[in-house]
């Protein structure tokens, strides 16, 4: 069965980005509701409302959308029109295939003075004699009836004629509401034998008392496998035995009432639990998928059926994964180890064993922006894992080539050879060497005699007078 909640209306709300108090046209068919309720506090401001083909048994809850225009109840369990006074903007009402028996109900639409368009065909006043001309007399505001347009005429006629028309109504509506009351009775009847039969097969193998024998329980327990067989046909003739009832159920004549509409609704939810117990059953919990091997060995799986592609350079493995492009990332998980990849996507694994060993650590993975691709960068190390056996092969590295040429110019370097002996720390103290003062002496005057004085020497040491 069917309620009204906010979950419901929000979720038929998506042309109004779920938004419920600003709603004008809400679509609520074919949900099996049995009670109108929630819609006048939760839609202020709803203009047009589907409501057909439900289990509502009565019009209400409804008097306070002032913005109402179109109401749609056709396929409905309603037996009288009320409670739409105060839908002041009802200009079009649809009651098709109800069980509209009192047809005097309509006189409460009178005070909807914009109501133009009515559908009453497939209920048993419908039946009734001088129906059309009784509505038309009594709604004088109505432009429509079941489709065709009221003439001046027809409405001229009907209001002569409607001191004659209305007892003969009356009497029809009396003779209708003997014949529903029965009917009620009978169904109440049928629904409380059906209950007790139900009760007496639930309880069938149990003939109310309880037993504490020990023995008893013990030698039960020992025939239990040897009921296990009888157990089995007592299913398939259970399965037998439900098809059969439905069969009869489906094949039985019976009136369209509401009764009748809520008894088929009832069996048809026992035999979707009955289904869905079955399909439980046979539901078998898939075994988890195996992503390494008994040896050791990773496998290569791709359960999301994913394209993807490898490069091997010589530095690094790039794997470019094209991912969904509006999958969000949280559903996205990355493992990256020394010989394979794994990466869950929605919770499937996408694994790959790469062609040689990298390092985790320094792995990065990016997704882009506009494709939604996944890419991962792993980086190589100096060692090469093939498949089968294990070759180890040098990779020369950056580092490894600078390593190589520092040894081989350090071989080609001479030495200055030194004496062991005088290999000492040197004396910081004589680092600066003190120079001695030494008096500067004074220069004596020269005295250049003259070239007549027969004394004269010139000696060269002498400095020359000024």
């Given at each position: 069965?069917?309620?009204?909640?906010?979950?419901?209306?929000?979720?038929?709300?998506?042309?109004?980005?779920?938004?419920?108090?600003?709603?004008?046209?809400?679509?609520?068919?074919?949900?099996?509701?049995?009670?109108?309720?929630?819609?006048?506090?939760?839609?202020?401001?709803?203009?047009?409302?589907?409501?057909?083909?439900?289990?509502?048994?009565?019009?209400?809850?409804?008097?306070?959308?002032?913005?109402?225009?179109?109401?749609?109840?056709?396929?409905?369990n309603i037996e009288k029109i009320e409670n739409l006074e105060g839908c002041e903007e009802l200009a079009k009402l649809d009651l098709t295939v109800n069980f509209i028996g009192e047809l005097s109900s309509i006189k409460t639409l009178q005070h909807n003075i914009h109501l133009k368009e009515l559908f009453l065909m497939g209920n048993p006043c419908a039946s009734f004699d001088h129906y059309r001309e009784f509505v038309v007399a009594t709604l004088p505001q109505l432009k429509w009836l079941d489709g065709k347009e009221i003439e001046p005429s027809e409405r001229i006629k009907a209001l002569q004629d409607y001191s004659v028309i209305e007892p003969q109504i009356?009497?029809?509506?009396?003779?209708?509401?003997?014949?529903?009351?029965?009917?009620?009775?009978?169904?109440?009847?049928?629904?409380?034998?059906?209950?007790?039969?139900?009760?007496?097969?639930?309880n069938a193998g149990f003939d109310g008392r309880w037993y504490t024998d020990i023995n008893a329980t013990l030698s039960s327990l020992e025939s239990k496998d040897h009921l296990q067989a009888p157990d089995i046909e007592e299913n398939n003739t259970k399965k037998l035995d439900n098809s059969e009832d439905d069969l009869e159920f489906w094949n039985k004549p019976c009136l369209f009432t509401p009764e009748s509409r809520l008894e088929t609704?009832?069996?048809?939810?026992?035999?979707?639990?009955?289904?869905?117990?079955?399909?439980?059953?046979?539901?078998?919990?898939?075994?988890?998928?195996?992503?390494?091997?008994?040896?050791?060995?990773?496998?290569?799986?791709?359960?999301?059926?994913?394209?993807?592609?490898?490069?091997?350079?010589?530095?690094?493995?790039?794997?470019?994964?094209?991912?969904?492009?509006?999958?969000?990332?949280?559903?996205?998980?990355?493992?990256?180890?020394?010989?394979?990849?794994?990466?869950?996507?929605?919770?499937?694994?996408?694994?790959?064993?790469?062609?040689?060993?990298?390092?985790?650590?320094?792995?990065?993975?990016?997704?882009?922006?506009?494709?939604?691709?996944?890419?991962?960068?792993?980086?190589k190390v100096g060692e090469v894992i093939t498949g089968g056996q294990r070759a180890f092969k040098s990779m020369k590295t950056t580092s490894d080539r600078s390593r190589e040429q520092t040894n081989t110019r350090s071989k080609h370097m001479e030495k200055l050879e030194v004496d062991p002996s005088k290999h000492s720390f040197p004396d910081v103290t004589n680092i600066v060497q003190e120079k001695k003062y030494t008096p500067r002496r004074r220069p004596e005057p020269k005295i250049i005699p003259s070239e007549e004085d027969p004394t004269f020497e010139d000696n060269p040491e002498v400095p020359p007078l000024i």
């Open positions: 069965m069917g309620w009204i909640t906010e979950d419901l209306i929000r979720r038929n709300a998506e042309h109004n980005d779920c938004v419920i108090f600003s709603l004008e046209e809400l679509s609520l068919h074919q949900q099996e509701i049995e009670r109108l309720e929630h819609i006048d506090k939760w839609c202020r401001d709803l203009k047009i409302l589907y409501l057909q083909n439900n289990l509502i048994g009565k019009i209400e809850n409804v008097s306070k959308l002032k913005k109402l225009e179109y109401l749609n109840l056709a396929l409905n009356r009497e029809q509506e009396k003779d209708h509401c003997l014949k529903r009351a029965k009917l009620k009775e009978e169904a109440q009847r049928k629904h409380q034998e059906e209950d007790k039969n139900e009760d007496k097969r639930s609704l009832r069996h048809m939810e026992k035999q979707r639990k009955n289904q869905e117990k079955l399909s439980e059953k046979k539901k078998k919990v898939k075994p988890p998928r195996t992503l390494i091997a008994e040896d050791g060995k990773a496998l290569n799986v791709n359960e999301p059926k994913i394209d993807f592609s490898l490069k091997d350079n010589e530095k690094q493995i790039i794997l470019d994964l094209a991912v969904y492009r509006y999958m969000d990332t949280s559903l996205i998980d990355v493992d990256v180890q020394p010989t394979y990849v794994r990466v869950m996507i929605k919770g499937k694994p996408f694994q790959l064993v790469l062609p040689a060993e990298v390092k985790p650590d320094s792995s990065s993975a990016k997704r882009s922006q506009t494709t939604g691709h996944l890419v991962i960068c792993m980086p």
